[in-house]
Protein backbone atom coordinates (compact mmCIF):
# COMPACT_ATOMS: atom_id res chain seq x y z
CA UNK A 1 0.00 0.00 0.00
CA UNK A 2 1.21 3.38 -0.60
CA UNK A 3 2.50 5.89 1.30
CA UNK A 4 -0.15 8.38 0.76
CA UNK A 5 -2.75 5.56 0.91
CA UNK A 6 -1.84 4.47 4.57
CA UNK A 7 -1.75 8.32 5.73
CA UNK A 8 -5.32 8.83 4.01
CA UNK A 9 -6.74 5.86 5.40
CA UNK A 10 -5.40 6.94 9.04
CA UNK A 11 -6.87 10.20 8.58
CA UNK A 12 -10.28 8.91 7.98
CA UNK A 13 -9.91 6.20 10.35
CA UNK A 14 -9.48 9.32 13.26
CA UNK A 15 -6.57 9.19 15.91
CA UNK A 16 -8.02 6.73 17.76
CA UNK A 17 -8.24 4.37 15.34
CA UNK A 18 -12.31 4.15 14.97
CA UNK A 19 -13.31 4.80 11.51
CA UNK A 20 -16.51 7.18 11.30
CA UNK A 21 -18.89 4.15 10.24
CA UNK A 22 -17.53 2.54 12.95
CA UNK A 23 -18.41 5.44 15.59
CA UNK A 24 -21.52 5.97 14.16
CA UNK A 25 -22.38 2.16 15.02
CA UNK A 26 -21.10 2.60 18.29
CA UNK A 27 -23.56 5.34 18.53
CA UNK A 28 -26.70 3.69 17.28
CA UNK A 29 -26.53 1.00 19.75
CA UNK A 30 -25.39 2.85 22.79
CA UNK A 31 -28.74 4.64 22.09
CA UNK A 32 -30.88 1.26 22.61
CA UNK A 33 -32.04 0.49 25.73
CA UNK A 34 -31.97 -2.83 25.43
CA UNK A 35 -28.86 -5.10 25.89
CA UNK A 36 -27.44 -5.01 22.51
CA UNK A 37 -24.24 -7.64 21.07
CA UNK A 38 -22.65 -7.60 17.78
CA UNK A 39 -21.01 -11.00 16.99
CA UNK A 40 -18.84 -12.02 14.13
CA UNK A 41 -19.36 -15.68 12.73
CA UNK A 42 -17.15 -16.99 15.22
CA UNK A 43 -19.51 -15.40 17.95
CA UNK A 44 -16.55 -13.45 19.38
CA UNK A 45 -17.98 -9.84 20.77
CA UNK A 46 -16.94 -6.86 18.26
CA UNK A 47 -19.19 -4.17 20.02
CA UNK A 48 -21.36 -3.78 23.19
CA UNK A 49 -23.80 -1.16 24.37
CA UNK A 50 -23.32 0.51 27.69
CA UNK A 51 -27.03 -1.25 28.46
CA UNK A 52 -25.53 -4.92 28.18
CA UNK A 53 -22.54 -3.99 30.73
CA UNK A 54 -25.06 -2.19 33.30
CA UNK A 55 -27.31 -4.88 33.10
CA UNK A 56 -25.29 -7.88 33.12
CA UNK A 57 -22.37 -6.23 35.75
CA UNK A 58 -19.41 -6.87 33.58
CA UNK A 59 -16.32 -4.99 31.58
CA UNK A 60 -16.03 -3.48 28.31
CA UNK A 61 -12.08 -5.01 28.81
CA UNK A 62 -13.01 -8.48 29.75
CA UNK A 63 -16.19 -8.41 26.77
CA UNK A 64 -14.91 -6.90 23.66
CA UNK A 65 -12.97 -9.33 21.18
CA UNK A 66 -14.11 -12.52 23.82
CA UNK A 67 -16.47 -15.39 22.52
CA UNK A 68 -19.94 -14.61 23.76
CA UNK A 69 -20.06 -18.40 25.77
CA UNK A 70 -16.83 -17.94 27.17
CA UNK A 71 -17.64 -14.47 28.89
CA UNK A 72 -17.67 -14.75 32.38
CA UNK A 73 -16.14 -17.32 33.45
CA UNK A 74 -18.56 -19.59 31.35
CA UNK A 75 -21.34 -17.65 32.86
CA UNK A 76 -23.08 -17.27 29.08
CA UNK A 77 -21.94 -20.69 28.15
CA UNK A 78 -26.18 -21.56 28.45
CA UNK A 79 -27.25 -24.23 26.36
CA UNK A 80 -30.42 -23.07 24.90
CA UNK A 81 -28.78 -19.84 23.61
CA UNK A 82 -26.07 -21.45 21.95
CA UNK A 83 -28.87 -23.76 20.20
CA UNK A 84 -30.21 -20.81 19.63
CA UNK A 85 -27.61 -18.88 17.89
CA UNK A 86 -25.39 -21.75 16.56
CA UNK A 87 -28.33 -23.96 14.95
CA UNK A 88 -31.61 -22.16 14.62
CA UNK A 89 -30.42 -18.65 14.07
CA UNK A 90 -27.72 -20.08 11.24
CA UNK A 91 -31.16 -22.04 9.45
CA UNK A 92 -33.73 -19.31 9.71
CA UNK A 93 -31.78 -16.15 9.57
CA UNK A 94 -33.09 -14.25 12.47
CA UNK A 95 -34.96 -15.59 15.80
CA UNK A 96 -37.79 -12.86 17.42
CA UNK A 97 -38.91 -13.04 21.20
CA UNK A 98 -37.39 -16.65 22.11
CA UNK A 99 -37.13 -16.79 26.06
CA UNK A 100 -33.92 -17.85 28.02
CA UNK A 101 -34.18 -18.62 31.46
CA UNK A 102 -30.95 -18.53 33.25
CA UNK A 103 -29.38 -18.56 36.71
CA UNK A 104 -26.32 -15.92 36.47
CA UNK A 105 -23.53 -17.39 39.46
CA UNK A 106 -22.81 -13.10 39.78
CA UNK A 107 -26.15 -11.41 39.41
CA UNK A 108 -28.91 -14.27 39.84
CA UNK A 109 -31.48 -15.32 37.80
CA UNK A 110 -32.51 -13.29 34.44
CA UNK A 111 -35.58 -14.19 31.99
CA UNK A 112 -34.19 -12.79 28.85
CA UNK A 113 -36.37 -11.60 25.87
CA UNK A 114 -33.63 -12.50 22.57
CA UNK A 115 -34.02 -11.26 19.21
CA UNK A 116 -31.11 -12.03 16.94
CA UNK A 117 -30.41 -11.28 13.02
CA UNK A 118 -27.72 -12.53 10.50
CA UNK A 119 -26.56 -9.75 8.73
CA UNK A 120 -23.87 -10.42 5.67
CA UNK A 121 -22.65 -6.95 4.01
CA UNK A 122 -21.45 -8.83 0.97
CA UNK A 123 -21.60 -12.09 -0.58
CA UNK A 124 -18.88 -14.04 0.12
CA UNK A 125 -17.70 -12.01 3.26
CA UNK A 126 -18.15 -13.56 6.57
CA UNK A 127 -21.44 -12.56 8.41
CA UNK A 128 -22.14 -10.08 11.74
CA UNK A 129 -24.92 -11.29 14.31
CA UNK A 130 -27.22 -9.16 15.88
CA UNK A 131 -27.96 -10.03 19.06
CA UNK A 132 -30.57 -8.27 21.22
CA UNK A 133 -31.48 -9.68 24.72
CA UNK A 134 -34.52 -7.51 26.90
CA UNK A 135 -34.56 -8.26 30.39
CA UNK A 136 -37.99 -9.84 31.16
CA UNK A 137 -37.04 -10.75 34.16
CA UNK A 138 -39.06 -8.57 36.50
CA UNK A 139 -42.18 -8.94 33.87
CA UNK A 140 -42.52 -12.41 33.72
CA UNK A 141 -42.18 -13.24 37.69
CA UNK A 142 -44.72 -10.16 38.42
CA UNK A 143 -47.00 -12.51 35.58
CA UNK A 144 -46.00 -15.22 37.47
CA UNK A 145 -46.99 -14.07 41.10
CA UNK A 146 -50.60 -12.41 39.64
CA UNK A 147 -51.29 -15.65 37.98
CA UNK A 148 -50.82 -17.68 41.73
CA UNK A 149 -52.75 -14.74 42.78
CA UNK A 150 -55.50 -15.56 39.90
CA UNK A 151 -55.72 -18.84 40.97
CA UNK A 152 -56.28 -18.20 44.78
CA UNK A 153 -58.82 -15.73 43.99
CA UNK A 154 -60.32 -18.00 41.65
CA UNK A 155 -60.77 -20.82 44.61
CA UNK A 156 -61.88 -17.92 46.90
CA UNK A 157 -64.77 -17.55 44.70
CA UNK A 158 -65.25 -21.28 44.26
CA UNK A 159 -65.58 -20.84 48.55
CA UNK A 160 -67.73 -17.83 48.61
CA UNK A 161 -69.88 -19.54 46.00
CA UNK A 162 -70.10 -22.52 47.78
CA UNK A 163 -70.81 -20.59 51.06
CA UNK A 164 -73.57 -18.67 49.03
CA UNK A 165 -75.19 -21.73 48.32
CA UNK A 166 -75.09 -22.75 51.83
CA UNK A 167 -76.25 -19.51 53.14
CA UNK A 168 -79.34 -19.16 51.05
CA UNK A 169 -80.27 -23.31 51.65
CA UNK A 170 -78.81 -25.12 54.29
CA UNK A 171 -79.10 -22.10 56.80
CA UNK A 172 -81.86 -20.89 55.62
CA UNK A 173 -84.30 -23.67 56.24
CA UNK A 174 -83.69 -24.66 59.91
CA UNK A 175 -84.07 -20.53 60.30
CA UNK A 176 -87.53 -20.91 59.07
CA UNK A 177 -88.28 -23.69 61.13
CA UNK A 178 -87.44 -21.65 63.91
CA UNK A 179 -89.08 -18.62 63.25
CA UNK A 180 -92.07 -20.31 61.92
CA UNK A 181 -92.60 -22.79 65.25
CA UNK A 182 -91.48 -19.43 67.04
CA UNK A 183 -94.74 -17.69 65.84
CA UNK A 184 -96.69 -20.86 66.55
CA UNK A 185 -95.38 -21.48 70.21
CA UNK A 186 -96.24 -17.40 70.37
CA UNK A 187 -99.91 -17.74 68.69
CA UNK A 188 -100.90 -20.79 70.69
CA UNK A 189 -98.99 -19.81 73.93
CA UNK A 190 -98.32 -16.17 73.87
CA UNK A 191 -101.50 -15.30 76.04
CA UNK A 192 -100.15 -17.48 78.81
CA UNK A 193 -96.62 -16.48 78.98
CA UNK A 194 -95.33 -14.25 81.36
CA UNK A 195 -92.21 -12.84 83.03
CA UNK A 196 -89.54 -14.33 81.87
CA UNK A 197 -90.87 -16.74 79.58
CA UNK A 198 -92.74 -14.09 77.16
CA UNK A 199 -89.07 -12.17 77.35
CA UNK A 200 -86.85 -15.21 76.25
CA UNK A 201 -89.98 -16.05 73.16
CA UNK A 202 -89.70 -12.44 72.13
CA UNK A 203 -85.51 -12.52 72.18
CA UNK A 204 -85.98 -16.06 70.20
CA UNK A 205 -87.67 -14.33 67.57
CA UNK A 206 -85.85 -11.14 67.60
CA UNK A 207 -82.58 -12.89 66.85
CA UNK A 208 -83.93 -15.72 64.25
CA UNK A 209 -85.65 -12.28 62.25
CA UNK A 210 -81.97 -10.51 62.61
CA UNK A 211 -80.16 -13.46 61.83
CA UNK A 212 -82.37 -14.53 58.73
CA UNK A 213 -81.63 -10.79 57.67
CA UNK A 214 -77.91 -10.93 58.38
CA UNK A 215 -78.03 -14.43 55.90
CA UNK A 216 -79.73 -12.36 53.36
CA UNK A 217 -77.06 -9.41 53.40
CA UNK A 218 -73.67 -12.00 53.70
CA UNK A 219 -75.52 -13.49 50.25
CA UNK A 220 -76.17 -10.37 48.89
CA UNK A 221 -72.44 -9.43 49.48
CA UNK A 222 -71.03 -12.49 48.17
CA UNK A 223 -73.55 -12.09 45.26
CA UNK A 224 -71.96 -9.03 43.57
CA UNK A 225 -69.27 -11.40 42.19
CA UNK A 226 -70.86 -14.27 41.63
CA UNK A 227 -74.02 -13.14 39.98
CA UNK A 228 -72.55 -10.27 38.32
CA UNK A 229 -74.28 -9.19 35.18
CA UNK A 230 -72.20 -7.59 32.09
CA UNK A 231 -71.76 -4.03 31.76
CA UNK A 232 -74.39 -2.27 29.61
CA UNK A 233 -75.44 1.30 28.88
CA UNK A 234 -77.22 2.17 32.20
CA UNK A 235 -79.13 5.61 32.64
CA UNK A 236 -78.28 6.23 36.38
CA UNK A 237 -80.94 9.29 36.27
CA UNK A 238 -83.63 6.59 35.46
CA UNK A 239 -82.41 3.88 37.87
CA UNK A 240 -82.18 6.47 40.51
CA UNK A 241 -85.80 7.42 39.86
CA UNK A 242 -87.06 4.05 39.84
CA UNK A 243 -84.85 3.76 43.19
CA UNK A 244 -87.03 6.51 45.22
CA UNK A 245 -90.46 5.23 43.68
CA UNK A 246 -89.29 1.71 45.61
CA UNK A 247 -88.37 3.93 48.68
CA UNK A 248 -91.52 6.10 48.61
CA UNK A 249 -93.38 4.65 51.45
CA UNK A 250 -89.78 5.34 53.59
CA UNK A 251 -89.58 8.80 52.42
CA UNK A 252 -93.54 9.71 53.05
CA UNK A 253 -92.97 8.35 56.55
CA UNK A 254 -89.75 10.13 57.30
CA UNK A 255 -91.50 13.01 55.85
CA UNK A 256 -88.60 13.97 54.07
CA UNK A 257 -87.45 13.88 50.07
CA UNK A 258 -85.07 13.19 47.60
CA UNK A 259 -83.65 15.24 44.83
CA UNK A 260 -82.11 13.91 41.67
CA UNK A 261 -79.82 16.14 39.46
CA UNK A 262 -79.04 15.08 35.99
CA UNK A 263 -77.32 11.66 36.21
CA UNK A 264 -75.36 10.13 33.20
CA UNK A 265 -75.40 7.14 31.32
CA UNK A 266 -72.52 4.71 31.86
CA UNK A 267 -71.52 1.48 31.04
CA UNK A 268 -72.07 -0.39 34.15
CA UNK A 269 -73.87 -3.54 35.66
CA UNK A 270 -77.44 -2.28 36.01
CA UNK A 271 -78.25 -4.10 38.20
CA UNK A 272 -75.81 -3.52 40.71
CA UNK A 273 -76.49 0.17 39.54
CA UNK A 274 -79.63 -0.08 41.32
CA UNK A 275 -78.39 -1.87 44.37
CA UNK A 276 -75.37 1.01 44.77
CA UNK A 277 -78.28 3.76 45.14
CA UNK A 278 -80.86 2.77 46.44
CA UNK A 279 -78.36 1.21 49.45
CA UNK A 280 -77.21 4.98 49.88
CA UNK A 281 -80.57 7.03 49.68
CA UNK A 282 -81.85 4.51 52.01
CA UNK A 283 -79.00 4.86 54.54
CA UNK A 284 -79.36 8.78 54.35
CA UNK A 285 -82.96 7.97 55.21
CA UNK A 286 -82.25 6.06 57.89
CA UNK A 287 -79.94 7.87 59.60
CA UNK A 288 -81.66 11.18 59.99
CA UNK A 289 -81.54 13.60 62.86
CA UNK A 290 -84.12 13.82 65.07
CA UNK A 291 -87.05 16.19 64.22
CA UNK A 292 -85.30 17.32 61.06
CA UNK A 293 -87.05 15.92 58.05
CA UNK A 294 -84.24 13.95 55.64
CA UNK A 295 -83.67 16.15 52.21
CA UNK A 296 -81.34 13.60 49.69
CA UNK A 297 -79.69 15.08 46.68
CA UNK A 298 -77.95 13.21 43.81
CA UNK A 299 -75.99 15.33 41.69
CA UNK A 300 -73.09 14.03 39.04
CA UNK A 301 -70.26 15.77 37.32
CA UNK A 302 -67.72 14.57 34.63
CA UNK A 303 -64.20 14.83 34.64
CA UNK A 304 -61.89 15.54 31.57
CA UNK A 305 -60.27 11.59 32.80
CA UNK A 306 -63.04 9.99 31.29
CA UNK A 307 -64.41 9.52 34.62
CA UNK A 308 -68.21 10.73 36.35
CA UNK A 309 -68.58 11.45 40.23
CA UNK A 310 -72.04 11.02 41.95
CA UNK A 311 -72.21 12.84 45.01
CA UNK A 312 -75.50 11.52 47.76
CA UNK A 313 -75.66 14.18 50.37
CA UNK A 314 -78.07 14.04 53.12
CA UNK A 315 -78.71 16.48 56.14
CA UNK A 316 -78.73 13.45 58.66
CA UNK A 317 -76.85 12.87 61.64
CA UNK A 318 -73.40 12.63 60.07
CA UNK A 319 -70.12 11.35 61.62
CA UNK A 320 -66.91 12.15 62.90
CA UNK A 321 -64.38 12.53 60.07
CA UNK A 322 -62.51 9.49 61.94
CA UNK A 323 -64.98 7.40 61.24
CA UNK A 324 -64.78 7.65 57.28
CA UNK A 325 -62.89 4.50 56.25
CA UNK A 326 -64.28 2.84 58.81
CA UNK A 327 -68.02 2.70 57.81
CA UNK A 328 -67.24 0.60 55.04
CA UNK A 329 -66.08 -2.18 56.62
CA UNK A 330 -68.06 -5.72 57.32
CA UNK A 331 -70.35 -5.60 60.69
CA UNK A 332 -69.33 -1.93 61.04
CA UNK A 333 -71.78 -0.42 63.34
CA UNK A 334 -71.08 3.11 65.01
CA UNK A 335 -74.51 2.80 66.60
CA UNK A 336 -76.26 0.23 68.00
CA UNK A 337 -79.04 -1.54 66.61
CA UNK A 338 -81.82 -0.33 68.93
CA UNK A 339 -81.36 3.42 67.41
CA UNK A 340 -80.73 2.29 64.19
CA UNK A 341 -81.66 -1.12 62.78
CA UNK A 342 -78.99 -3.03 60.00
CA UNK A 343 -76.57 -5.46 59.97
CA UNK A 344 -73.75 -3.15 59.14
CA UNK A 345 -73.10 -4.67 55.64
CA UNK A 346 -74.61 -2.49 53.22
CA UNK A 347 -71.82 -0.19 52.63
CA UNK A 348 -69.86 -2.75 51.89
CA UNK A 349 -71.79 -3.94 49.72
CA UNK A 350 -72.09 -0.22 47.97
CA UNK A 351 -67.67 -0.13 48.11
CA UNK A 352 -67.94 -4.06 46.50
CA UNK A 353 -69.65 -3.01 43.70
CA UNK A 354 -68.07 0.35 43.39
CA UNK A 355 -64.46 -1.87 42.92
CA UNK A 356 -66.02 -4.43 40.65
CA UNK A 357 -66.90 -1.53 38.58
CA UNK A 358 -63.29 -0.07 38.71
CA UNK A 359 -64.26 3.24 40.96
CA UNK A 360 -63.97 4.51 44.19
CA UNK A 361 -66.42 5.44 47.43
CA UNK A 362 -65.56 7.92 49.94
CA UNK A 363 -67.67 9.68 52.69
CA UNK A 364 -67.22 13.37 53.91
CA UNK A 365 -69.41 14.25 57.03
CA UNK A 366 -69.73 16.53 59.69
CA UNK A 367 -71.29 15.24 62.64
CA UNK A 368 -74.73 16.33 63.48
CA UNK A 369 -74.75 18.16 59.85
CA UNK A 370 -74.74 15.33 57.21
CA UNK A 371 -73.01 13.52 55.03
CA UNK A 372 -71.92 13.25 51.07
CA UNK A 373 -71.13 9.47 49.31
CA UNK A 374 -69.25 10.47 46.25
CA UNK A 375 -69.14 7.42 43.87
CA UNK A 376 -66.74 7.86 41.42
CA UNK A 377 -67.00 5.79 37.94
CA UNK A 378 -65.75 5.44 34.69
CA UNK A 379 -68.13 6.71 31.86
CA UNK A 380 -67.40 3.78 29.37
CA UNK A 381 -64.81 0.45 29.23
CA UNK A 382 -63.03 -0.94 26.85
CA UNK A 383 -64.75 -3.47 24.97
CA UNK A 384 -63.17 -6.99 26.34
CA UNK A 385 -62.23 -5.52 29.72
CA UNK A 386 -63.54 -6.91 32.47
CA UNK A 387 -64.16 -6.53 36.08
CA UNK A 388 -62.38 -8.22 38.70
Known sequence: MMRHEKVAMQEARGANGVSPAERLLMDIIDTVREPLL???SDFRVTHANR???????????????????????????????????RHRLHAEGELYDVEVDHVFPNIGRKIMMVNARLVTHAPGLPHVILLAIEDVTERRLTERRLATQRLELER??????????????DLQEPLRKIVSFGERLELAAGPLLQGDARHYLDRMLDAATRMRTLITD????????TSAEPFTPSDLGAIAHEVVSDLK???????????IGPLPVIDADAAQM???????????????????????RLNASI??????????????????PEHGERIFRMFERLHGRTQYPGTGIGLAICRRIVERHGGTIAATSIAGEGTTF???????????????
Open 249 to 259: PSIVDAGGRVE
Open 51 to 85: TFFQTFRVAADITIGEVLFTLGDGQWDIPRLRELL
Open 38 to 40: VLD
Open 274 to 296: RQLLQNLVGNALKFQRKDVAPVV
Open 374 to 388: NVTLPVTRVEGEHAA
Open 218 to 225: VLAYSQVA
Open 303 to 320: GSDGHCTVAVTDNGIGFK
Open 156 to 169: SNAALNEFAFVASH
